[in-house]
């Protein structure tokens, strides 16, 4: 099982984890309400994990250009 990371923005690849022993807890998102777990978390067939996080320089965008939050793919 690989958990991978990539920006919910831009959609860059950041990094992969490739442990089979990593818990929800290690990795900071048992704290996710229902909601946020759907919209971050993803779970395909064959038992990988996809994370949507927001990497550096999307958030510097957004930072600097807060309207941008407003579009569906301000980023890509």
Avoid: W
């Avoid at 929800?24 to 064959?46: F, K, M, N």
């Amino acid at each position: 099982m690989a958990i991978n990371y990539v920006c919910r923005h831009c959609r860059t690849f950041l990094g992969s984890i490739g442990r089979s022993d990593i818990t929800e807890v290690q990795l900071g998102l048992h704290s996710l309400t229902p909601a946020e777990r759907r919209d971050i978390i993803a779970y395909d067939s064959e038992g990988e994990i996809t994370v949507k996080v927001t990497c550096g320089y999307c958030k510097q965008a957004l930072d600097n250009n807060p309207e941008l939050s407003l579009l569906a793919s301000p980023l890509q």
